[in-house]
């Protein structure tokens, strides 16, 4: 069967999100605010003292991948570290968690952060972390093409991460000349996000090369085996592939807070403005990032 196809390509432009950092948003925007199971893809640029204060999640799990400089993460149950550049943070949010995202170094913090939905059955379920430091992420070299496995499998190589929505996250730098070949699985949503110079997606190799902060969606399952790719140009491409099970719910979503529907969006904010059913260790905590800001 001939590769998967790209059906949409968006241009992720920066806008202003947070305390004052700067985000390309690919994925959450006004053309694509969801592609099961998928909510937000951010790519987020971030310096000293702007960042993400104190704020709530309920319902999903966010994925950060620094790839530049460090991020400090502290939330209401005492659970804080810093995610330096290749480091990994998956984080469940379950039924509710509070924290802060603030840069831990100088100059400018660079990464991603992925909201990945979670199933009606386990969108109350206790928070957890898995984060894994660069050094410990899989990574597979084959014929100019290196893969970082976030989540899934590829080149033989296998991530650790479990993901409670099934999902594939891969990370591929290819050298000048290199081509790529890499499975989806069938019941897949997938999309490329492009990070550094530009590449050729898709069925045809004499397709046009598309640059950075371009999200291309994947034709979908049944359409085709997996990704292919190239590099025609001089210098290297890096770009995401990510793929998930859809999970074929309604969502009802009030910014931090994704549920399925809008009677239990109502019952969240009354747990977040009560301190209740998950939110209690809100009503006595502040980060201390934001105690520094002063607010």
């Known amino acids: 069967m001939p590769p998967r196809s790209i059906v949409k390509k968006f241009l992720a432009r920066p ?11 690919s994925i959450g925007r006004f053309e694509l605010r969801y592609f099961d199971p998928f909510l937000v893809l951010d790519e987020f640029s971030v310096s000293a003292p702007a960042g993400f204060p104190d704020h709530p999640h309920r319902g999903f799990e966010t994925v950060t ?3 530049q400089g460090a991020v400090t993460h502290e939330d209401f149950e005492g659970h804080k570290g810093t995610i330096k550049a290749g480091d990994l943070q998956w984080m469940t949010a379950g039924r509710g968690i509070v924290h802060s ?11 991603l952060q992925l909201w990945i939905n979670l199933s009606s059955k386990h969108k109350m379920i ?12 899989a990574e597979a070299t084959k014929d100019g093409i290196k893969v970082r496995i976030i989540a899934g499998e590829s080149l033989g190589a296998k991530s650790a991460i479990y993901t409670r929505t099934p999902t594939m996250y891969l990370d591929f730098t290819l050298k000048q000349g290199s081509h790529l070949q890499q499975p989806i699985p069938k019941s897949y949503n997938a999309f ?12 045809h190799e004499e397709s046009s ?9 994947l034709s979908g399952s049944g359409s085709g085996d997996g990704l292919e790719a190239w590099n025609k140009s001089t ?17 009802a979503q009030l910014g931090p807070f994704v549920m399925n529907t809008q009677q239990e969006i109502d019952q969240t ?12 260790k809100a009503k006595h905590w502040r980060s201390q990032a934001i105690i520094g800001l002063d607010y």
């Not at 995202?101 to 990464?111: I, L």
């Not at 972390?129 to 050094?135: G, L």
């Not at 090369?209 to 969606?217: K, T």
């Open 126 to 137: 206790q928070p957890r972390y898995q984060e894994i430091p660069s050094e410990n992420i």
């Open 235 to 251: 210098k290297p491409l890096r770009f995401i592939l990510v793929g998930g099970e859809p999970l074929g719910e309604p969502v």
């Open 101 to 111: 995202e603030m840069p831990a170094a100088e100059g400018t913090q660079k990464g």
């Open 192 to 203: 490329v996000y492009v990070l550094e110079g530009e590449g050729i997606f898709g069925p």
């Open 209 to 217: 090369s598309i640059g950075a902060h371009n999200l291309l969606l």
């Open 15 to 25: 806008q202003h999100e947070g305390f004052g950092a700067v985000v390309r948003r």
């Open 269 to 280: 904010v009354e747990d977040f403005d009560n301190y209740t059913n998950g939110f209690e």
């Open 65 to 67: 991948y620094m790839l």
